[in-house]
Structures are given as structure tokens and as C-alpha cells.
């Protein structure tokens, strides 16, 4: 049996906002939700991310310990 008094808060209908926008509605402990990225806005979502590793990490790693890669 669950004490009385001792359960935070909670908002089923609490506002999720993003750069001032209400993006969705969800259920929390807090009545209104602030954040910086969702996934209307993240790179990996929006399909703009971008692969920055101009050389690849398994070959880095190979050269390191000169290990021979399976293609050699």
C-alpha cells in the first residue's frame, strides 16, 4: 500500500515547450517542460545530419596497433 503524502505531483496534460513553442503534451511531476531539442529539431531526426569523421575510425585504430584488416 503506497504512503500518503510522500508522491510528487502529477500534471497528466503538462505542456512540452521548445524555443517558445507548445511542440506536444505529455504526463509529468512538473506542470510545463522547457527543452532545447526534440525531435522536430535534432540533426539525427531532421536528416541533416552530418558525418564530420573524414577518415574512418576502424582503419585510425588498425594503423595504431598495426593490426592487418581482413581486406588486406
Known sequence: MPKNEIHPQWYPE??????GK??????????ELH??????NHPFFTG???????EGRVERFMRKYKLKSKTE
Open 35 to 40: 527543452v532545447d531539442i526534440w525531435s522536430g
Open 14 to 19: 503538462s505542456k512540452v515547450y521548445c524555443d
Open 48 to 54: 541533416s545530419q552530418r558525418i564530420i569523421d573524414t
Open 22 to 31: 507548445h511542440i506536444m503534451t505529455v504526463g509529468s511531476t512538473k506542470p
